[in-house]
């Protein structure tokens, strides 16, 4: 049984409702309950939550999806205060124990504390930008992708635990250009390519390996 946490950071504040993210969650958590083998965990950030059961969640999980709005090229306060509070509890009790250096030699081994190796992570952000901004010459993020651009951070926040990454995917123009249907066909292909796929072919090799 492959168990997934769902994580919906798509925050209720000013004009945003968080719609979009939480429609992009709920298509998560419907598509691993039809599927065979997995089991679902789910959390929203603008719901309370015990810190502790949410740390239970990550070590409990093989696999974390995120999905988060990116507001001021950052994800939103309550998700970001979500990982503070969450990932502090998690000190020495499943996420991470130290930062991985030692008195020894303090200069190397940095990030190398956390607790969650064998896990993985993805990550899907939705964006007012269209993703022309980040792949056209003179353009806004000098072509510079958001995986290596502005969540390049959050990525080396969950590499801190030792999540390894899944392929991420990132909804773009989604204010003044928003095609829900699209997006959620979309990721479910992605899904598919990155989960069902993926593993039918991992059974397949470990057959044609037995044989």
Known sequence: MKKIFVINGGQKFGHSGGRFNKTISDASVEFFSNQPGYEVR???????????????????????????????????????????????????????????????????NYGTGGMLHGRQYMVTSSWNAPKEAFTLPNEFFNETS????????????????????LQSLHFH??????DIQRDLSIYKDHLTKNFITKKTQEHEHLLNCNN
């Open 42 to 108: 789910y959390t929203d950030v603008n719901d309370d939550y015990n810190p502790a059961e949410e740390v239970e969640k990550y070590v409990w999980a093989d696999v974390v999806i995120y999905h988060t709005p990116i507001w001021w090229f950052q994800v939103p306060y309550a998700l970001k205060k979500y990982i503070d509070v969450v990932f502090t509890a998690g000190h020495a009790k499943g996420i991470y124990h130290s930062d991985g250096r030692s008195s020894a030699n303090p200069a190397i």
């Open 146 to 165: 958001v995986d290596d651009g502005p969540l390049f951070g959050f990525h080396r926040m969950n590499a801190f635990t030792g999540m390894s990454p």
């Open 173 to 178: 123009d989604v204010e003044k250009n928003a």
